[in-house]
């Protein structure tokens, strides 16, 4: 496809009714795909996707890339390739202003590591715009959480999390080398690790680290008793894990995470975290070299630089059943950052990439049915159910059966089958099926040529 020639300059947009979506996560880039290749190709509108990113990586899959299992270079999509194939604009930048009387938003200048900038601030017209940027960490103001904990929102703090596991392993492995091991009790210098949350990204993290130490003392550290030298502790405020679901669901996993010589403390607040241990609310310090936060979520800063829109508490958008702002009918908000109405139950729908994934199909259509002087139906979310994966361990399922009061839960291999086809499932939504399977296929015939784990 040829493009006609773009500008970003907001007093010299096309007469295309423009469609700018400002996050490329799960939802903004299945948003981007769908739209341009049916309003876009047909000439009916420009569809302009913004990231500050120039690659997209699966957010479920974070945990995954923290502890070593996948590779992020061999799992990502390039923006700008995926534009050229689906024909949309790719714009790197972050968001940092809308003018909603001019309708034009002012993407910020992008810099290297060394602070040099490499692209300026440019302002993007748009006639409609949407906001899929995901979300941020909530340290629920708990002291020394933002100084001393690390988030797990994005690669790079996968990356940060990963380099600083495997710092720490190494230096403990090489202490036990040198001084040993006596009466089979823990060294000195054992590694202790928590994880402060024990929801569906708080169990699988866990789980993960405690198969990366497994792997990573075949491969590097011989010197490293798994359980013995590595504490994994997965700290988690309600009375039991994964809270949000059925308590059948909860007690299979707390069971499954203690056979994986996890400790497992619920009804535990967090009240302060320091920089190598952790205080809770009953005044007990419990030690840790590395804490992640997997806790809650917010909204990103930034959305308060939208003037006049409303956000709730935790600083989500606030949105219509139609997913636009009721201050601004021309502004749509969806996936982690909105707080959408939820139809089955009062509150919002919770910060999930099935949420985002159906919301965004909603979207395609609804911007079609728009544009065609059509009306336009409310979203009503359809929960497909919910996998949380144990790793090698396997993996649990829970759907809700609409006749029947009780829900169906799966476990083990089926669900471990259910858990990969979601990955799948997103990657045919936005690379189709056929680039899909190639890609799948080259994956996995490359692992035949790497170690399990990434070793450095």
Known sequence: MTHAPFTLDADCGTDLHRILIIGGGAGGLHLATRVAATLGRRGLAEIVLVDRYPTHFWKPLLHEAATGHRDPANHHIEYAAQAKRDG????????????????????????????????PQRRVRYDSLVLSVGSVTNFFNVPGAAQHALPLENVEHAEVFRRKFLAACTKANHRIERDGVRDGVPHAGAVNISVIGAGATGVELAAALRHAIDQLSIYRFHALDPERDVRIRLIEGAARVLPALDERVSAHTDAALRRLHIDVVTGARIAEVGSDALVTGTGDTLPSDITVWAAGVAGPAMLKSIGGIALNAANQVIVTDTLQTPDDPRIFAFGDCAACPSTAKSGFLPPRAQVAHQQALYLGDAFARRLAGKPVPGFAFRDAGTVVSLGPAGATFQTDLGARPRALIVNGFAASGLYRLLYRKHLFGVSGIKRAVLEALGQWLGRANRPSIKLH
């Open 88 to 119: 949309f604009r790719f714009v790197q930048g972050e968001l940092t202003h809308v003018d909603r009387e001019q309708c034009v938003a002012t993407i910020g200048a992008v810099r290297d590591a060394d602070g040099i900038e490499i692209l």
